[in-house]
């Protein structure tokens, strides 16, 4: 058992309820509604017991035993999908979170229930720092959040993943998928109308009350985004969630990661 392992299951015998409510209150609020050995983190969650509601929908789309792998999850917020990656037996986890508050909570989180998870405050667009690919990559609840949606999948690729990727962002718009053809004639106009044809909406201020929502895609955009930073897609066992494999670059994708080779490339 590694040293961190030994911390927290030290640790993890201390906590009562009453310490791990006070714990945990003192810490909020929190956006992962977690059961810490009977004591809820967001007992009044506007969208009830989540993330766990969202997980029971595409788990079982995943490997049961983790044995042996490595998994990253990207914006951990307060630990869920890193603790339950590391409940199925994974060699290793890293999460990473811009969020030092969320940090925190997943910490937290995750020596009260006795796991051992390396944490990084680091963002999508980081992932270069950690030096390794990993074999499971998670990200969750992430795309919308960000500026640069396109960049993070391509540096995702680019230096991250090495096999799997559960993919999952809210989705608006129509939930239609347009068969795209290889190119189409300047003059042609009308695809972009079709609900089908791949969008991602735009925010300039707030949706949700949430002014880091930036980008939310519809589901054909999503799938396209995923396909254009070099995902092959295997599933799709949630209306929001997509299971990925990482797979070479489409002819013509040049990829914001490289942008001194697709220059060389172009001349």
């Known amino acids: 058992m590694s040293v961190t392992a030994r911390m927290s299951a030290t640790a993890g015998k201390a906590w009562t309820a009453e310490r791990i409510r006070a714990r945990a209150e003192a810490l909020g609020p929190w956006f992962h509604n977690l059961d810490l050995k009977g004591v809820r983190t967001a007992p009044d969650h506007f969208l009830g017991d989540y993330p766990m509601v969202k997980w029971r929908r595409f788990a079982d789309a995943l490997p049961a035993d983790l044995a042996g792998r490595t998994v990253l999850d990207i914006g951990c917020n307060g630990g869920f999908y890193a603790i339950e990656m590391k409940r199925r037996g994974a060699a290793r986890v890293v999460a990473i979170d811009v969020d030092e508050d969320y940090l925190a909570q997943a910490r937290f989180a995750a020596e009260v229930e ?28 992430v795309l919308y959040h960000l500026r640069h949606p396109l960049l ?34 300047f003059r042609r106009t009308d695809i972009f109308d079709d609900p089908g044809f791949p969008r991602l909406h735009f925010i300039e201020r707030r949706y949700a009350q949430d002014p880091t929502n930036w980008w939310v895609p519809n589901r054909a955009c999503s799938e396209a985004m995923l396909r254009s930073a070099g995902f092959e897609i295997l599933a799709r066992p949630e209306e929001e969630v997509v299971i990925c494999r990482r797979a070479e670059r489409p002819d013509g994708a040049w990829g ?12």
């Open 114 to 141: 006795e796991v051992a998870i390396e944490f990084h405050h680091l963002s999508v667009y980081d992932v270069a720092a950690l030096g390794e690919r990993f074999d499971l990559v998670m990200f969750i609840g």
């Open 152 to 185: 993070a999948l391509d540096l995702i690729h680019e230096h991250a993943a090495r096999e799997l990727m559960v993919f999952q962002s809210m989705q608006r718009g129509s939930d239609a998928v347009l068969p795209l053809d290889d190119d189409y004639e």
């Open 256 to 267: 914001a990661v490289c942008p001194a080779r697709a220059r060389e490339g172009r001349r």
